[in-house]
């Protein structure tokens, strides 16, 4: 099993759906959990970071983790064109928090 | 203002060309690491470093060198580059390895 597995997409929603992103990972003493965003040709932009079982919010975007499925997800609310882009999940693992990414999702929102 | 700052920010260059693409951050931050991008393959960890004179190698090593004699600089090294590290390299750093990291705007290195 690849260590970071994400929806491999692309994934497309109208302006103003949530859109749901979701990553499962196979290591399960990971410590930490993030969310990047990252435009064509730019470099990745943090967007959440998660540390414990439940939910975070912040603004549109929510993450969700779930250790015990070894899961976690994120939700953009009100979807905007302007979060079109491809959103990578990544996570720590090991003595050295080795960071280790998914190879990430293309959302496009369609106005 | 923080930030990670790589140079060059593109590059072409020649096979066997030594060459060196420096990066810096003005946050203090104790951790710091190599990453190139390639299509189909993502984000893959070359060399991080935990705090000065100590670095490690991550999933790509091989062909590349790095050293971290100061805390803000980790440069990269290709002593002897070949076409097959034709990509897009981004250097992060963050104030503990189990902290978010913070990216670079990245360099594209064509080695023809």
């Known amino acids: 099993q690849k260590e970071v597995e994400q929806n491999s997409g692309p994934l497309s929603v109208p302006e103003g759906a949530i859109a749901s992103l979701n990553c499962t990972y196979s290591d399960r003493v990971s410590q930490s959990f993030f969310w990047y965003r990252q435009y064509s040709g730019k470099s990745p932009e943090l967007i959440m970071s998660?540390?414990?079982?439940g939910d975070k919010e912040d603004g549109r975007f929510t993450a969700q983790l779930n250790k015990a499925s070894q899961y976690v997800s994120l939700l953009i609310r009100d979807s905007q064109p302007s979060d079109s882009a491809t959103y990578l999940c990544?996570?720590?693992?090991?003595?050295?928090?080795?960071?280790?990414f998914g190879k990430g999702t293309l959302l496009t929102v369609n106005p | 203002e923080a930030q990670v700052t790589q140079n060059p920010r593109y590059l072409i260059t020649v096979t066997g060309k030594k060459l060196t693409v420096t990066c810096s951050q003005n946050m203090n931050h104790e951790y710091m690491s190599w990453y190139r991008q390639d299509p189909g393959l993502g984000l893959r960890q070359i060399y991080y470093?935990?705090?000065?004179?100590?670095?490690d190698k991550g999933d790509v090593p091989e062909g590349y060198k790095v050293s971290r004699k100061e805390k803000r600089n980790f440069p990269l090294i290709l002593e002897s580059p070949s076409p097959n590290q034709t990509s897009l390299y981004f250097c992060a750093s963050s104030s503990g390895g189990w902290q978010p990291q913070h990216f670079g705007d990245g360099t594209r290195l064509s080695i023809l």
């Open positions: 998660i540390y414990s079982n």
């Open positions: 990544a996570l720590t693992t090991g003595s050295n928090y080795k960071l280790t």
């Open positions: 470093s935990m705090n000065v004179e100590v670095t």
